[in-house]
């Protein structure tokens, strides 16, 4: 079985690099039989930058934690919600006034659990991405995003 999850987390992390650009990585595990981060929580987040060039983190140590925590998710339960920035900017005024760029994005989203994982399509990552996780309320999408199921061509 550690084979399989080690097979699925390493295709995970092939994904990852073929979307271009830079991008921001969030992971969400949960190990439901121990209590196994510092905080003496089951679950734990946290988010990774993953640079144009495939560097993830700014520390050594971040694409071995990165792929602990995908191994982690997929033998147990998680998710990971992926931004990619776009090169086109739309120009905001801050609440200070000040005029800043913003790129544009696209997110994707993939499952993980049952010793596997699920690219999520267009519709669940939206869902994910804009439901209050307590009242099931939909949230207001954020502006100058789109919400993509990921379609990466592994042959590519």
């Known amino acids: 079985m550690t084979e399989i999850i080690e097979l699925k987390t390493k295709e995970i992390l092939f994904l990852l690099h073929k979307i271009k650009g830079s991008k921001i990585v969030t992971i969400t595990v949960t190990d439901e039989n121990k209590f196994t981060f510092q905080d003496n929580s089951p679950t734990r987040s ?9 560097f993830i983190g700014y520390n050594l ?10 191994s982690l998710g997929i033998k147990n339960v998680g998710g990971m919600i992926i931004r990619q920035f776009l090169d ?38 939206e869902e994910a991405c804009n439901t209050d996780f307590m009242t099931k309320e939909k949230l207001p999408n954020e502006e100058n995003v789109s919400y993509k199921e990921l379609e990466i061509d592994l042959l590519a």
């Open 88 to 125: 086109e900017k739309i120009e905001r005024i801050v609440t200070n006034g000040r005029k800043i760029l913003i790129p544009k994005k696209n997110i994707y989203a993939i499952g993980l659990g049952g010793n596997t994982y699920k690219i999520m399509n267009s519709k669940q990552v």
């Open 61 to 70: 140590n971040h694409e071995k934690l990165l792929f602990d925590l995908i």
């Open 46 to 54: 946290q988010a990774f930058d993953i640079s144009e060039n495939g």
